[in-house]
């Protein structure tokens, strides 16, 4: 809904459209100058961290599980790093590539799920997947090939693609034989050639200008790409262990929205940061494999050697990261499925003890942080989950300044669709954050 | 084409719902009930994402969706819809549209999928869509007690129409 008097325009979108929960977006120009804007979350706050106090530390993969029906594995690999770390246990090296080979499956059914029926549509002019379908049926078809190998990966190591079942604190409850994991070789390799032809199609699109100042905050990876381990990169610079970080990263409370906002404490300005895809890419081109990178340099985004870190500081032209992204899961993937040795025994005996555990992971949408103070029978006394859409969320609002900014001379109505894609750029979900999109802009 | 369909029975059967929202989780019960009860039903599954349901079935087959309700109907009660017209979906989807859209752990909702579908031509030869009213749909497991009692009639609906 847009209202306009002379010197005020108003924009209010009541209802995000593509995003996963419920949310709004409200944006007041005045004098052609950005007077308010706020990103509300309105989902009803969910109450997981008070729930999983007096529960069992091996209760958390499942519980948490529950908290994401696009992202639930890594909510499990989260939950359980940081049960893993409170109790001194290392999980096998078969473990974390059986562990490493599910996150790949979610982020190629995330990543398909957003590039394909979310984001895509953006790109058209057209509302909604259906539409897109009737323009580019070839490209839906593919995108839903990618998200089935995704899922595919995902109920053959973690039982089931929604709220997988398979994952326990030390390992998982049933190792996959390597007969049913050597099967995923094939539909990976389709999925490699769906996955650059993605990048070749996201990278025709033509994208709105908008250069961005971020502080980029992602894992570094331990020798590969990040997803389930490493220490936190703030910036080019500086890293820091998983528990520094969390210790960094300050939340609060805004009137308008059921999520908490984070910032990171002694950062510059006010503290805002992003994580996702344009945080991993610009921390860890280098890591990406060469194919990957190849497709990165054909899609104008530089990373050709190792050398060369690329940043890109245009959040619309995130879709064309997160499909090099599934460049890279597919050849992960297809890497861990030719080595895969069932891990015997699936899980380490992990005994409780007193103390705090930290677990840090790469969510398709960015960093996932989840913290578990237990005693010393393993009860938990104290949880904490910042999921990386309350990160996300002071920087989302800082693109919406400057999309307005940027788009002033637009109609309202072109103005509002531009505002609701600058939210899809980032992918949020607002189910995880909601602890949250309708739009709302005012112009004067 | 969508790649990878596989084979499959006469009559293929799918729950569409969250069985962590209470009375949203009938779907998944029922559909595994019938599967149990009668052989010649083919059960692609239940608690998935919609759109994840257009690589489980093939275009011969005939589908049966149970998924549940909040019309303002009697708890309980069940409808049978045939989605035989691409018009009757096209209608359903842009009503759903117009409001505001609704948290859903299903990604894109069962009608935005079968739209989809229709598109790629990879809807089923028959699609019969059974929808059983819910009482509540709040966080937790569990049916209300007049969700649970609508179980055998919704049971005997599906066998049903397997022999029909």
Redesign the interface.
């Known amino acids: 809904m847009t209202h306009n008097h002379h010197e005020e325009r108003v924009f209010s979108i009541?209802?995000?459209?593509r995003v996963?929960?419920?949310g709004s977006l409200h944006l007041r120009l005045r004098n052609d100058h950005v007077e308010q804007v706020s990103l509300e979350i309105f989902?009803p706050p969910?109450f997981f961290e008070a729930f999983l106090r007096g529960r069992d530390f091996t209760e958390v993969p499942d519980i948490t599980a529950?908290i994401?029906?696009?992202c639930p594995v890594a909510y499990q690999l989260s939950s359980t790093a940081a049960m893993e770390s409170a109790c001194g246990v290392e999980v096998s090296q078969q473990v974390a590539a059986a562990r490493r080979l599910l996150y790949c499956g979610e982020w190629l059914q995330s990543h398909a799920?957003h590039v394909y029926?979310l984001h895509a549509p953006d790109f058209f002019g057209v509302?909604?997947?259906?539409q897109l379908?009737?323009l580019d049926?070839e490209a839906?078809?593919r995108g839903?090939?990618i998200?089935?190998t995704g899922?595919l990966i995902m109920e053959t190591i973690g039982g089931?693609?929604?709220?997988p079942v398979n994952v326990a604190v030390g390992g998982f409850h049933r190792s996959p034989t390597r007969s049913e994991v050597i099967s995923l070789a094939e539909?990976l390799r389709?999925a490699l050639d769906d996955a650059l032809d993605t990048v070749d199609w996201v990278s025709s699109f033509d994208f709105p200008e908008l250069e961005r100042e971020y502080l980029f905050v992602a894992l570094r990876g331990n020798g590969s790409y990040p997803m389930e381990s490493g220490n936190v990169a703030l910036g080019e610079g500086l890293q820091v262990t998983a528990r520094d970080f969390e210790a960094l990263v300050i939340e609060e409370q805004v009137e308008y929205s059921t999520a908490l906002h984070a910032r990171l404490k002694g950062a510059a300005g006010d503290g805002s940061y992003l994580t996702g895809p344009l945080a991993r890419f610009a921390l860890n081109a280098d890591l990406l494999t060469p194919l990957a990178r190849q497709a990165a340099h054909s899609a104008g985004m530089g990373a050709t050697t190792a050398e060369a870190l690329s940043r890109c500081n245009n959040p619309f032209r995130s879709i064309i990261v997160r499909a090099i992204e599934m460049v890279f899961a597919c050849e992960e993937g297809l890497r861990l499925v030719e080595s895969y040795e069932p891990p015997d025994p699936p899980a380490v005996t992990v005994e409780p003890r007193a103390g705090t555990g930290v677990g840090i992971t790469e969510a398709p949408r960015g960093l996932l942080l989840h913290r578990y103070d237990i005693d010393e029978r393993g009860i938990i006394q104290m949880a904490r989950i910042v999921p990386p859409t309350s990160q996300n969320q002071s920087t989302i609002e800082s693109d919406l300044v400057a999309v307005a900014q940027e788009g002033i001379q637009l109609s309202d109505e072109e103005l509002g669709w531009r505002l609701e894609q600058a939210v899809r750029n980032h992918d949020p979900c607002?189910?995880c954050s909601a602890h949250f999109l309708?739009v709302t802009l005012e112009r004067g | 084409m969508m790649g990878g369909c596989e084979v499959y029975g006469s009559v293929a059967l799918a729950g569409v719902g969250n069985p962590y929202r209470h009375d949203d989780g009938i779907g998944c019960t029922v559909t595994a009930l019938a599967a149990d009860a009668c052989a010649e039903l083919y059960y692609l599954g239940s608690f998935l994402q919609p759109i994840d349901l257009l690589g489980r079935w093939n275009t011969t087959q005939e589908v049966v969706l149970v998924d549940a309700m909040c019309s303002g109907a009697t708890p309980g009660s069940i409808i049978e819809v045939e989605i035989d017209t691409a018009e009757f979906i096209s209608s359903i989807v842009h009503r759903s549209i117009s409001r505001p859209p609704l948290s859903s752990s299903h990604g894109l909702g069962i009608l935005e999928a079968l739209s989809i579908a229709r598109e790629l031509d990879v809807l089923p030869a028959r699609l019969l869509l059974i929808g059983i009213e819910g009482a509540d749909f709040s966080e937790g497991v569990g049916l209300s007690e007049e969700v649970k009692k609508s179980i055998p009639q919704a049971v005997d609906l599906i066998v049903s129409l397997v022999r029909r």
């Open positions: 009541d209802g995000l459209a996963e929960g419920e989902e969910r529950r994401c029906g696009i799920l029926l509302d909604d997947a259906v379908a009737r049926r839906v078809e839903l090939r998200k089935r899922n089931r693609a929604v709220h539909p389709r607002i189910s309708n």
